[in-house]
């Protein structure tokens, strides 16, 4: 899949620098891959980088409010969390912290 598809699909990106020659599993064929991947030709539609970080941030936000949410359940804090998966700050302290 190229990197616009996966973006686009459910699955999500994760990219991590692995540095070489470092007997990490896999890594000789990310170095092929990586390798192979650098003789390819651009796409004809490039993505802006701020695109890609609207994107990253989207994505970030979905995890964030689902882990928030996955935390709450069951708790009596639960009703405290609003739409975006996040404690209210304007609540005192003492409310706000579990």
């Known amino acids: 899949m190229k990197l616009i598809e996966l973006g686009k699909s459910s699955e999500g ?4 620098w692995i540095p070489s020659h470092c007997n990490i599993s896999g890594n000789e064929k990310a170095d092929r891959l990586a390798k ?8 004809e539609s490039r993505l802006p980088l701020h695109n890609i970080k609207r994107l990253i941030y989207s994505k970030l936000k979905v ?5 928030y949410g996955d935390a ?7 009703i405290l969390l609003n739409k975006s ?3 209210p700050s304007s609540l005192p302290r003492s ?3 579990a």
């Open 13 to 16: 990106i994760a990219l991590q």
């Open 36 to 43: 192979a991947g650098s003789f390819m030709s651009l796409p």
């Open 63 to 67: 995890n964030r409010v689902s882990q």
């Open 72 to 78: 709450a359940t069951g708790k009596r804090w639960n």
């Open 85 to 87: 998966g996040r404690i």
């Open 95 to 97: 409310v706000g912290v």
